[in-house]
């Protein structure tokens, strides 16, 4: 079945840096990634998204770019602060023969100020 | 605003007993879920329901079942509670399949 792998488990950057997420997907009808942060405690929120039909998409300092042929996206955060500490999840999701979403298994980022 | 809210934030049951944990949205949102979260794990989907009455597997269905007589409800149902099932629940509501999940605040299960 589909498998979303997700890597690193846990990435610590010093304030200012950049940190990047890397996820890997299997099924090649998957054609919905969103990125989800959930900060300790809280419940996970969408921080930005991409479709099949999209290289790349930028929102402030958060970007995602998909590699379809790869099967495989990737979050950047610029100019890490503090706040950005949280988990962080990729997901994949295809509509074709029933929804169906499944996720990575997360990576706990942590910010140095 | 979208509002996502579960029946209780923390909940303590004993092996063996049924357990009903609710979800609300208020969004008319066609899509709902329940995922269990464990450490290391991620999100792991029990159920979705993509209309009233209608529902599908996800990945670990085993020993959960789920009801959605109206649109805005969806509930996940432990029939018969065990220790290997105390974890974080969270239920999601979407619009569609290609767009944001909004997210419950989770319930914290423990089955003594």
């Known amino acids: 079945g589909e498998n979303v792998e997700q890597h690193p488990s846990t990435l610590s950057v010093q304030e200012g840096d950049s940190a990047v997420i890397k996820c890997t997907y299997s099924?090649?009808?998957?054609?919905?990634f969103p990125w989800y942060k959930q900060e300790l405690g809280k419940r996970p929120q969408l921080i930005i998204d991409?479709?099949?039909?999209?290289g790349e998409k930028k929102d402030q300092r958060i970007a995602v770019t998909l590699n379809k042929t790869a099967k495989h996206f990737s979050l950047h955060i610029t100019e890490t602060q503090p706040e950005d500490s949280a988990v962080y999840f990729c997901a994949a999701s295809m509509d074709t023969g029933g929804f169906k979403t499944i996720f990575g298994a997360g990576t706990r980022l942590f910010v140095k100020a | 605003d979208v509002k996502v809210t579960q029946s209780s934030r923390y909940l303590v049951k004993r092996t063996g007993e049924k357990v009903f944990l609710e979800c609300v949205q208020d969004m008319d949102h066609e899509n709902m879920f329940w995922y269990r979260q464990d450490p290391g794990l991620g999100l792991r989907l029990i159920y979705f329901?993509?209309?009233?009455?209608?529902?599908e597997k996800g990945d670990i269905p085993e020993g959960y079942s789920v009801s959605r007589e109206k649109k805005e409800r969806f509930s996940l149902i432990l029939e018969s509670a065990s220790t290997n099932q105390t974890s974080m629940y969270l239920c999601a509501s979407s619009p569609g399949t290609k767009y944001e999940q909004y997210f419950g605040p989770g319930t914290r299960l423990t089955v003594t």
């Open positions: 099924d090649s009808a998957s054609n919905y």
């Open positions: 991409i479709r099949s039909n999209v």
């Open positions: 329901s993509y209309d009233v009455k209608m529902k």
